[in-house]
């Protein structure tokens, strides 16, 4: 009965969101929760964080990505294209924002949740730890971009995020020009 199934979810998801609180309120360790069911973990991925929307739907953070509910299904967003995320008390509102290519706009999640705080801190710590180097790099006009290697937890790849500032014309070679020049010096900071 899908109503029974849903209800189990929920309530799962709910004990892993009140342990996460509880150890975060008394200095636990973390207990690593079970996925919700239909989500599948990669090999060495664990659940760090769970929730549900106001809707029923799951809301599931890894050690190696976040998932977070769509439309289509549950979107898979590696901590390397999370950029940031924050929850509104008063609304409820769960919003993750991921990284955006040069010159285009980051994709929005809002999600409503009753409280949201162990996951989004839990979130925040993964974003953080996925970071391994970040300079913003003044390019023209007063003007710059946002330069930032980022390390995925799944494979140990390192990507590159290039955020310009509003208003920076991405479409003018002499600007992208001197983005790929600032982003090959960034580069070359690292061994």
């Known amino acids: 009965m899908p109503g029974e199934a849903t209800s189990r979810l929920v309530a799962s998801l709910r004990r892993n969101a009140v342990w996460g609180m509880m150890s975060a309120m008394f200095g636990r360790p973390r207990r690593t929760a079970t996925p919700p069911p239909g989500v599948e ?18 809301i599931v953070a890894t050690n190696h990505r976040v998932l977070l509910p ?6 898979s967003i590696s901590w390397a294209n999370v950029d940031r995320a924050t929850f509104d008390r008063e ?11 040069a010159g285009g706009r980051p994709r929005r999640h809002r999600l409503r949740v009753d409280g949201a705080l162990t996951l989004l801190d839990v979130i925040r710590e993964q974003v953080k730890a996925s970071v391994i180097l970040t300079r ?25 995020n290039v955020t ?28």
């Open 41 to 58: 973990l990669g090999r060495g991925e664990r659940v760090l964080a769970s929730d549900v929307t106001t809707d029923g739907a799951p």
């Open 70 to 75: 769509t439309p289509d299904g549950l979107a």
């Open 91 to 101: 609304s409820g509102l769960l919003t993750v924002i991921e990284t955006a290519m």
């Open 136 to 160: 913003h790099v003044p390019i023209a006009d007063g003007k710059g971009a946002r330069i930032s290697g980022r390390r995925r937890p799944d494979t140990g790849a390192l990507t590159w």
């Open 164 to 191: 310009v500032d509003v208003g920076l014309d991405v479409d003018d070679p002499d600007v992208r020009r001197l983005i790929d020049a600032a982003l090959a010096a960034v580069r070359a900071e690292l061994p």
